[in-house]
Nanobody, 121 residues
Framework: QVQLVESGGGLVQPGGSLRLSCVAS????????MAWYRQAPGKQRDLVAS???????DYADSVKGRFTISRDNAKNTVYLQMNSLKFDDTAVYYC???????????????WGQGTQVTVSS
């Protein structure tokens, strides 16, 4: 009933920028928190940044000052602007959202399929 589709990943040189987007679609009544996670090969999936419906944000220490999360509630979309990218930012980036489905009274958690970000010279 709900799909999250990420886009914007790719190959970038150190110091470069990328902007990820994630669009939620389906029988959506509302979306509470949205977030970006990432998972590097052989490592666990970690939270990168999150944003509430009202726009309050939180960031992992490793990306503070370089990444910015934002959302467009009218478009059910969350963004991740990534600047000053480093080799260590290489990972698959996943979108996550707490969605209240039409006709349901509570949010359910959903994941996107992931988009690869590779930082390489």
């Amino acid at each position: 009933q709900v799909q999250l589709v990420e886009s914007g990943g790719g190959l970038v040189q150190p110091g470069g920028s990328l902007r990820l987007s994630c669009v939620a679609s389906g029988s959506i009544f509302s979306i509470n928190a949205m977030a970006w996670y990432r998972q590097a090969p052989g490592k666990q999936r970690d939270l990168v940044a999150s944003i509430t419906e009202g726009g309050s944000t939180d960031y992992a220490d490793s990306v503070k000052g370089r990444f910015t999360i934002s959302r467009d509630n009218a478009k059910n979309t969350v963004y991740l602007q990534m600047n000053s990218l480093k080799f260590d930012d290489t990972a698959v980036y996943y979108c996550n959202a707490d969605v209240v489905v039409m006709g349901w009274g509570y949010p359910t958690n959903h994941w996107g399929q992931g988009t690869q970000v590779t930082v390489s010279s």
